[in-house]
């Protein structure tokens, strides 16, 4: 029996990303009688159980509100011991840690070096598997990354489902637009004042029966401004659910949207999981090529000044000069479907799509100045990773130089004992 | 040898897996030809490795520590060019050979060649390493020529994988043997994902598998022998010859063509010919210009092997047909001993110049005629021909193991001799 466990720690968009390897994981299961196996915080255990119903999911304390005393926090962890028991019991044929974080990698270091993927840790050794390296040294040029995270993690397996089959087609549901509030960093998304004009747009655009809003309680007061700023028709046909659903009912909520307009959230991903078309804006450290929404079907409008992405933790020396043009009347324009108008300057629009490699974001709108950097790195991806199925794809060669190290090609793969073996 | 002179070479060693053997029986090749045959023995320095992954240091500087390494290891191996002065260094697949080393070897003048002895679309690594190197030797066509040139590798040479006869033989197993070795239906190798589908298909016919890899598998855990441990070489010869039927199937990562239908031929096919030992092997792009059809028995499918396996299995005399004839063309055509052949006339065609002049006057020249007796004897003994320079017999004399005898000792006093006193 194959049974494979996936450690997914970190927060709601990074467990809808998780799909793809999931389903590739579900698909062999299923082939040769086996399980997934899911660990996932426990605030997220009934969404991951909704998302993920052919897995079984395991809730772990991976996630807590500073200003814990150390008794509470010891409480904490140690309910879960039997958590981790039952884990451990378990003959895993492969698992699979998906966060550079201490914890993941301990519970990874819970079973035997070479059924560990990802990020890994034995003996007290923490390590990476090839791909993450690769990642790493990738991450010190992210403006000429092309690679979503979903595929990173997809590729640690050696049978990643083809990215076409993970998401639904994106297609209006019928349930009006939807507005995503701000993600987890304010900076990555539209202040109210610029996000109004864009609403109404779409809205207008697309037949004006409802807007959702959409958020957590944090975000309600962001939601009230935006309120506010919009025009009364457009206000009437708002249905304010900041705060006012947990996440189960934001499933729900976004599932039956015709379109979800959102900066890089954990709301955009479930859309794409949900095949509802996102209209995504990506500014400061957010980058499509990174975590745009999975799939074909939605569209990017991609911040890329010449600092874009910048570092998230840093503060901006620059003005916030990558969201300026979100604020440009020509915006609206594209966004109601004027083939004429032109992108302001600073912004590309993007298609999203699927190749061999994963899921990628295709320029149709705006100068794309990473574009020739991008589609080599991804023909030297697609070859490294795609296996067979990317063994033809030219060009790519210059990164194939810069990227591959001695170490890849001399050394054994952590934990992949068959490499060379006939 | 044909007309060439000995050369030197150092054949360098990877440190693990399926091309270390590979590169041990090019070594053993190189020599048998009459060579002066130096291994850098990676696998000694692989403790290293393994060693620094026991520092509990962030991932970020455990990286750094290998990379470091891995180029003292390096700097090890153009050291060892120093002393040796090969007219060629040929690396077997994963050779611990940094392109920072390949190119002060080219700068120096030192031929390289490498034999990749993996598939390309699985291993892409040589994109960045291929143009390094001076010869590049695969065991696959195009479009991997095609790849190559685009990297800017001209030299490409395509030469298949082989055995070492004397190693892969037929033998006479003694009843312990049988029973530890033997089996009806046999398989020795990794366990694979698409081996581990397929062969759980042929539980009724008498399976046994040898090899690493296949733990866990609940299935065929109980046909695993030997404790699913790595088995030697000359267990795998054993196991071979135990058999009533081998099977050779083409590893691939993927369970959902169980058959991959991959184009090149691997070591196992012609280490079980050479066995004279019978196999049912899948069918590869390769094959046909290795051996005909009726000196491998073949299989597209698994329906087809377990077709084909019941009716081998009932017909031994069909087998041994099939094993006789397999045997002779191995042995006609696919040793190690002629693919270096070929790689060496492939270099000299390639890079002019090649090899260079012979290292100084011959050794015997000059000697008193007592001497001379006893040194031919010794060239013998060190496998080096009559005419084998001076220079290369003290390189050979330095090499050897255990005591030094008073003629050996005699010969290193002469080459110091030489070095101070004579003009």
């Known amino acids: 029996m194959a049974r494979f466990l996936v450690l997914q720690l970190a927060r709601l968009g990074d467990l809808a990303q998780t799909r793809r390897l999931l389903l590739g994981l579900g698909r062999q299961a299923a082939a040769l009688g086996g399980e997934v196996h899911l660990a996932v915080d426990h605030s997220l255990a009934v969404l991951a159980r909704r998302l993920y119903p052919f897995a079984v999911v395991h809730g772990l304390p991976a996630h807590g509100r500073p200003g814990l005393d150390a008794r509470a926090a010891a409480d904490r962890v140690f309910e879960s011991r039997q958590a981790l028991a039952a884990l451990a019991g378990m003959a895993f044929d492969r698992v699979f840690c998906l966060n550079f974080s201490p914890m993941g990698m301990a519970v990874a270091a819970m079973f035997p070096p070479e059924v560990q993927r990802g990020y890994r840790m034995h003996a007290g050794q923490t390590d990476k598997d090839g791909v993450m390296r690769l990642v790493f040294r990738l991450a010190r040029n992210r403006r000429g990354a092309g690679i979503n995270l979903a595929d990173i993690w997809a590729h640690l397996d050696d049978e990643p489902l083809a990215a076409a089959l993970v998401n639904p087609a994106a297609t209006a549901r019928g349930g009006g637009l939807g507005v995503a509030l701000a993600g987890r960093e304010a900076r990555r998304s539209l202040p109210p004042e610029m996000l109004a004009p864009l609403v109404r747009t779409l809205f207008l655009a697309m037949g004006g029966t409802r807007v959702t809003l959409l958020g957590t309680a944090a975000q309600a007061a962001e939601a009230r401004a935006l309120l506010r700023r919009l025009d009364s028709p457009v206000r009437e046909a708002c249905l304010d659910l900041t705060g006012k659903t947990d996440l189960p009912g934001l499933v729900d909520a976004i599932s039956g949207l015709d379109r979800l307009v959102t900066p890089d959230t954990g709301a955009m991903h479930l859309a794409a999981f949900c095949g509802v078309p996102a209209t995504a804006f990506f500014l400061s450290s957010a980058w499509c090529h990174e975590t745009g929404p999975y799939g074909a079907g939605h569209r990017v409008f991609q911040a890329v000044a010449p600092c874009a992405p910048c570092l998230e933790s840093a503060p901006c020396d620059q003005g916030l000069a990558c969201r300026a043009p979100f604020g440009d009347a020509g915006l609206p324009r594209c966004l109601a479907g004027s083939g004429k108008a032109l992108l302001p300057a600073g912004l590309v629009e993007y298609a999203t799509d699927c190749d061999a490699l994963g899921a990628l974001c295709r320029p149709v709108r705006g100068e794309d100045p990473t574009l020739a950097r991008r589609e080599a790195l991804r023909a030297f991806l697609t070859r490294r990773l795609a296996g067979v199925d990317g063994a033809d794809v030219p060009g790519g060669l210059e990164p194939a130089g810069e990227y591959d190290t001695e170490t890849d090609w001399v050394l054994p793969p952590a934990g992949r004992p068959a490499r060379g073996e006939w | ?423």
């Not at chain 2, 060019?81 to 050779?95: K, M, N, R, Y």
């Not at chain 2, 046909?288 to 396996?309: H, I, N, P």
């Not at chain 2, 069909?318 to 045997?327: D, K, L, M, T």
Request: hydrophobic share 45%; aromatic share 10%; proline share 4%.
């Open chain 2, 1 to 423: 040898m044909d007309g060439r002179r000995g050369l030197r070479i150092l054949v360098v060693l990877p440190m693990y897996g399926g091309s270390l053997p590979i590169g041990r029986h090019c070594a053993s090749a190189l020599s048998g030809l009459g060579h002066l045959v130096e291994t850098f023995e990676a696998p000694a320095f692989y403790g290293a490795f393994e060693a620094l992954k026991t520092l509990r240091v962030t991932s970020d500087r455990l990286e750094y520590l290998e990379n470091s390494y891995l180029q003292v290891i390096s700097q090890a191996i153009c050291a060892k060019v120093e002393t040796f002065g090969p007219d060629l260094v040929l690396a077997l697949a994963q050779a611990p050979l940094s392109r920072q080393a390949l190119k002060r070897l080219r700068r120096d003048g030192v031929a390289t060649a490498m034999w990749f002895v993996e598939d390309f679309r699985l291993f892409t690594y040589w994109e960045a390493f291929a143009p390094y190197y001076d010869v590049f030797a695969v065991i696959q066509k195009d479009p991997f020529f095609e790849r190559l040139a685009a990297v800017g590798q001209q030299n490409v040479l395509y030469l298949p994988l082989a055995a070492d006869p004397a190693v892969h033989r037929p033998l006479e197993l003694t009843p312990v043997e049988r029973r530890l070795y033997g089996a009806r239906t046999s398989f020795m190798g990794a366990g694979y994902a698409n081996r581990r589908v397929a062969f759980a298909q042929l539980l009724d016919f008498g399976l046994a598998i040898f090899g690493s890899d296949w733990d866990g598998d609940a299935v065929l855990g109980p046909r695993l022998r030997l404790d699913g441990r790595r088995v030697t070489t000359e267990e795998s010869v054993k196991i071979f010859n135990a058999a009533d039927v081998n099977l050779n199937l083409h590893s691939s990562v993927s369970t959902q063509s169980l058959v991959s239908g991959g184009d090149f031929v691997n070591p196992r096919t012609f280490e079980l010919a050479m066995c004279g030992a019978f196999q049912l092997v899948d069918r590869r792009g390769l094959m046909d210009e290795l051996f005909s059809e009726d000196e491998l028995a073949r299989f597209g499918s698994v329906e087809e092997l377990k077709e084909r396996l019941g009716h081998f299995l009932a017909h031994p005399e069909e087998r041994a047909g099939y094993a006789a004839r397999a045997r002779a063309r191995a042995l006609g055509e696919h040793t190690y001993a002629r693919r270096m052949e070929r790689l060496l006339d492939f270099t000299a065609g390639r890079i002019a110049g090649w090899p260079a002049g012979a290292g100084g006057e011959g050794a015997l020249a000059g000697l008193p005629e007592p001497l001379r007796g006893e040194l031919s004897a010794l060239l013998r003994e060190l496998s080096l021909p009559a005419d084998v320079s001076f220079d290369d017999l003290i390189v050979a004399v330095r090499s050897r193991q255990g005591l030094l005898t008073p003629l050996e000792t005699s010969l290193l006093f002469l080459d110091e001799w030489k070095k101070q006193y004579v003009k």
